[in-house]
């Protein structure tokens, strides 16, 4: 049994006290603070790995009130305690001197972290533009003397921290000269495939693209490399590499290249291609060849979807077939094609016959008049909810629909999950534009609403009505329970198979130690089958996949609760997956896959796994695919390993 054993005063001599298990730990952290007992125990208690997942939680916890916890650590025997005080820093914003760190610290590793981490904290909030200047220049100093360190992994340190400092701080003061230098020179000298990526993407937050620079990175051998190079350079190449083409053709596409390209291999070049042939008004014959083609009933429908909004832009005329044709599909993703193409070309009768269909997304799509909203308000839809609460914004007569709107959000609270926050927000925005007065008697009920973010919200729309400041009743969310040893056991090692209708099989490494919360979280709802029939319904090419939703949208949730965030050193990197949210520890069961590696993601997103094989099967998948099956294989460990 792991018990927790407080930590005692004790006389001289006495034997001393037994430190907090991992599973305490974890359940400390989980509390986000409100028992700090075994956290102070762990973090004095010089056993390494207790000190490492100490100093993450209080990282995690984001206060910068807890700094002085972290602070002493950072002399702490142990690199990897080290590491973690230092990105602990990072996650709280402090601003505690870390360039001073270098002079002292010889493990590579951790000066990795601290020339990442100074590029990543901002300056003091109101601090004017001089001192803005002056310290964006002190950090691009120091960072600038990390890419010349002889350690490989120092160098990668300094690029993630120069890569971050130029996205957030280039717009605020352009970089010198001879840190823009500095970067290219290490471009070519250092041949490491993540180093110039993310050199690159500095250049590119600086907007500074040297031909010479661009030059060595496309002749680089990764294409994730060659890919950042287009994107910089935004120059055309015809690429062997899928994700190396998409990006050519999105930063320097033609519509001869589309027209070339919309029976490419890869199914994200094709169509992005089609999609092209729209948005640049492509009228010539060859592209409009094209688009006949790939609109044609022996396409498939996602082609069709694809191409019937691109001659809604530049060939109304041909468009309506295939519009006709689409609205009867039997796919649902193809129906909203349809309503969104109707749109554009203004055709009503579709969109009031679409506006009924049986699938929420289909409706949301086809929505065009109040009516249609207040019968959407009837929906348990999160989504289509959400897009009714949209469509009333500004209605001249919203007060007549309070009764609707508040029935609607009494319902969906009394499902009883408090992930159901965007609809029931979107609805309490409009209620709290037409309030009324059994409104405000209302709005003083959601003053303790479960939900801290509606009830602070309830209160800003009272304060308004009443011209009296009003407080929420509710000011601390309360996540879901922590599970117990038993529930955790196996979880560390394990895997999973994701099966993928019509594709194959992914392979998984759960990342336990990394992210245990998360990966209980996605075990269970596994376990359950939450998963099985659920679709990707969010395809971004050259960034992510999403999917997981009961709702095959962003805000229909599969957890009953928001889970807490457990971001740290993990990276999104290729073929990892994380959990998506809307802010922090807002997470709901749906989960994304990184088509590439997206170091801008690192810090703010949970990442819980990483496919093992299968990554091309990943990179097939498109919108509307659907998750068959998850079968998790706990690890033969009878519990999570004690420290």
């Known amino acids: 049994m792991w018990l927790f054993v407080p930590l005692l005063l004790q006389a001289a001599g006495a034997q001393a006290p037994v430190p907090p298990t991992t599973y305490e730990l974890l359940r400390a952290e989980h509390a986000r603070g409100t028992d700090m007992r075994a956290i102070d125990a762990a973090l004095v208690s010089g056993a390494s790995v207790r000190q490492r997942l100490a100093v993450r939680a209080v990282g995690r916890f984001e206060q910068s009130a807890l700094e002085p916890k972290v602070i002493p650590l950072l002399t702490a025997r142990t690199a990897s305690v080290r590491r973690e005080a230092v990105n602990a820093l990072g996650q709280m914003r402090s601003r505690y001197d870390l360039a001073a760190l270098l002079t002292g610290e010889k493990d590579a590793s951790v000066r990795a972290v601290i020339y990442e981490t100074l590029g990543r904290i901002p300056t003091a909030p109101g601090a004017n533009a001089t001192a803005v200047v002056a310290a964006n220049t002190a950090a691009a100093q120091h960072l600038t003397d990390g890419l010349r360190e002889t350690d490989p992994l120092v160098r990668a340190g300094a690029a993630r921290g120069i890569e971050s400092l130029?996205?957030?701080?280039?717009?605020?003061?352009?970089?010198?000269?001879?840190?823009?230098?500095?970067?290219?020179?290490?471009?070519?000298?250092?041949?490491?495939?993540?180093?110039?990526?993310?050199?690159?993407?500095?250049?590119?937050?600086?907007?500074?693209?040297?031909?010479?620079?661009?030059?060595?990175?496309?002749?680089?051998?990764?294409?994730?490399?060659?890919?950042?190079?287009?994107?910089?350079?935004?120059?055309?190449?015809?690429?062997?590499?899928?994700?190396?083409?998409?990006?050519?053709?999105?930063?320097?596409?033609?519509?001869?290249?589309?027209?070339?390209?919309?029976?490419?291999?890869?199914?994200?070049?094709?169509l992005l291609a089609i999609d092209l042939l729209g948005d640049q008004k492509c009228t010539d014959a060859a592209s409009l060849a094209a688009l006949d083609g790939e609109s044609g009933a022996d396409a498939s429908w996602r082609h069709q979807a694809h191409a019937a909004l691109s001659l809604a832009k530049v060939a109304p005329g041909r468009a309506s077939a295939v519009v006709q044709r689409l609205a009867i599909?039997?796919?649902?993703?193809?129906?909203?094609?349809?309503?969104?193409?109707?749109?554009?070309?203004?055709?009503?009768?579709?969109?009031?016959?679409?506006?009924?269909?049986?699938?929420?997304?289909?409706?949301?799509?086809a929505m065009t008049t109040r009516e249609q909203a207040l019968r959407a308000l009837l929906s348990d839809h999160a989504g289509l909810v959400l897009a009714a609460a949209a469509q009333l914004k500004g209605d001249a007569n919203l007060a007549s629909a309070l009764p609707q709107m508040r029935g609607a959000f009494d319902r969906f609270t009394a499902m009883d999950r408090v992930r159901l926050r965007d609809p029931r927000a979107a609805l309490l925005e409009r209620i709290g534009e037409a309030a009324d007065g059994p409104s405000t008697v209302w709005l003083r009920e959601r003053l303790k609403d479960p939900d801290p973010a509606i009830a602070s919200s309830a209160a800003q729309y009272l304060s308004k009505i009443t011209?009296?400041?009003?407080?929420?009743?509710?000011?601390?969310?309360?996540?879901?329970?922590?599970?117990?040893?038993?529930?955790?056991?196996?979880?560390?090692?394990?895997?999973?198979?994701?099966?993928?209708?019509?594709?194959?099989?992914?392979?998984?490494?759960?990342?336990?130690?990394?992210?245990?919360?998360?990966?209980?979280?996605?075990?269970?709802?596994?376990?359950?089958?939450?998963?099985?029939?659920?679709?990707?319904?969010?395809?971004?090419?050259?960034?992510?996949?999403?999917?997981?939703s009961p709702g095959a949208d962003e805000y229909d949730p599969i957890t009953d609760t928001f889970m807490r965030d457990e971001v740290g050193l993990a990276r999104n990197a290729r073929g990892s997956f994380g959990i998506s949210t809307r802010g922090r520890d807002t997470g709901d069961g749906q989960i994304y896959v990184n088509l590439v590696n997206n170091f801008r993601l690192d810090h703010d997103y949970t990442v819980f796994a990483d496919v093992t094989r299968g990554l091309d099967l990943i990179d097939r998948v498109q919108e509307g695919d659907v998750i068959e099956s998850i079968v998790v294989r706990r690890a033969t460990t009878s519990a999570p390993r004690r420290p």
Not at 334 to 362: C, G, H, I, M, Q
Not at 499 to 525: C, K, Q, S, W, Y
């Open 166 to 270: 130029l996205r957030r701080a280039a717009r605020v003061n352009a970089p010198s000269a001879s840190t823009l230098q500095a970067i290219r020179d290490a471009v070519r000298s250092d041949s490491a495939s993540d180093t110039r990526q993310l050199l690159l993407l500095a250049l590119t937050a600086a907007n500074d693209r040297d031909s010479t620079t661009v030059a060595v990175a496309l002749r680089d051998t990764s294409a994730e490399v060659r890919r950042v190079g287009v994107a910089l350079g935004r120059i055309w190449v015809n690429d062997n590499a899928p994700m190396v083409r998409w990006q050519a053709l999105r930063v320097a596409g033609t519509c001869a290249r589309a027209a070339a390209h919309v029976r490419d291999t890869s199914e994200h070049v094709a």
């Open 329 to 365: 599909s039997t796919t649902w993703q193809a129906r909203v094609y349809a309503a969104n193409a109707a749109k554009l070309l203004k055709d009503s009768a579709t969109l009031n016959a679409l506006a009924l269909d049986k699938e929420p997304n289909v409706v949301i799509a």
């Open 467 to 548: 011209g009296a400041t009003v407080l929420p009743i509710t000011t601390r969310y309360e996540p879901a329970a922590f599970p117990s040893a038993e529930q955790l056991r196996g979880l560390d090692g394990a895997t999973a198979t994701m099966r993928i209708r019509g594709i194959g099989n992914v392979e998984l490494a759960l990342r336990f130690d990394d992210a245990p919360m998360a990966v209980h979280t996605f075990v269970t709802l596994a376990s359950a089958g939450k998963f099985n029939g659920l679709t990707f319904h969010r395809i971004v090419s050259n960034f992510v996949i999403q999917g997981g």
